[in-house]
């Protein structure tokens, strides 16, 4: 790095290019992939946004980026060098998580080597935010759906009980006399709240100022995910109850899971407005 570099207008645009080109070749096979779980997996469809917002916090930076003194850190080579172990030992045991969630701290590395703390530190934000773009393992995402999806049947069907519907649940399955549902993942609010929390996190950091007003947002998109995917079960089943299983397939099933996500997005913005009232 040329030490006589004050500044990221001087950077060398070639420098740039080159290292993009160089992470486009080693994860040519490893972002498709991601892409594709975007499109074809519903609980990752967020992922499309992620890079967008991860922007956005950077544009809101970028002034203040443009007269940073660069001071570039050798520890970032450290980080490069780890962020590929990471990568190699994840393509060795085919582990997509790990592969993917490489690239992000390539990203970071990369940054506090050719700039510096003083650079890594404005763009924390966005480099941070881009790690909601990768898709869970599905060894973890069981491991929380299943709970979910039994704390949602037992509050729903006692919530049911209370309607004088009636209704006995085993597991994950809710029987009515005429017809049985079953909470599946979509209805667990695992769905939602992967991509309430991503939303909440970009919300926090846009419309609050304190760090503990931040916190409570974002904390407060996992009862509003099972909350509000409660309240889809339970219509579903007190419509089912009365109509049969028709009200849970089809258009209906794809209206309400939509008319959910916007309800909880009304609720997060709501409680966004309030936080900013409230205290200094």
Request: with cysteine; proline share 0%.
């Given at each position: 790095m040329n030490s006589k570099l004050e500044s990221l207008t001087d950077f060398p645009k070639a420098?740039?290019?080159?290292?993009?080109?160089a992470i486009g070749v080693v994860y040519a096979t490893i972002v498709p992939g991601m892409v594709a779980d975007w499109s074809n997996d519903p609980n990752y469809s967020h992922g499309f946004l992620v890079p967008l917002i991860s922007a956005y916090f950077l544009y809101q930076v970028w002034g203040e980026l443009k007269s940073t003194p660069l001071r570039p850190s050798?520890?970032?080579l450290a980080v490069i060098v780890f962020s590929l172990l990471i990568l190699v030992l994840?393509?060795?045991?085919?582990?997509y998580f790990t592969m993917r969630a490489s690239l992000v701290l390539l990203i970071a590395g990369i940054v506090l080597y050719w700039f510096g703390w003083g650079v890594l530190r404005l763009t924390a934000l966005p480099i941070a935010f881009l790690i909601f773009m990768v898709p869970i393992p599905y060894i973890v995402y069981d491991a929380i759906a299943f709970p979910l999806k039994l704390l949602v049947t037992k509050a729903s069907v006692a919530t049911l009980k209370l309607l004088s519907i009636p209704v006995v649940s085993e597991g994950n399955i809710i029987m009515f006399p005429q017809t049985v549902?079953?909470?599946?993942?979509?209805?667990?609010?695992?769905r939602s709240l992967m991509s309430l929390v991503?939303?909440?996190?970009?919300?926090?950091?846009?419309?609050q100022k304190s760090a503990i007003k931040r916190t409570i947002l974002i904390v407060s998109a996992v009862p509003v995910a099972i909350a509000t995917n409660m309240f889809?079960?339970?219509?579903?089943?007190?419509?089912?109850?009365?109509?049969?299983t028709a009200v849970a397939e089809g258009f209906f099933h794809e209206f309400a899971g939509m008319a959910v996500f916007a309800v909880a997005m009304?609720?997060?913005?709501?409680e966004s407005a309030l936080l900013r009232k409230v205290g200094r």
């Open positions: 420098n740039l290019l080159l290292a993009l080109t050798n520890a970032g994840g393509y060795v045991g085919t582990e549902l079953e909470v599946a993942d979509a209805c667990s609010g695992l991503t939303l909440s996190v970009a919300l926090a950091f846009v419309s889809r079960v339970i219509v579903t089943g007190v419509l089912a109850s009365y109509y049969g009304i609720l997060l913005f709501s």
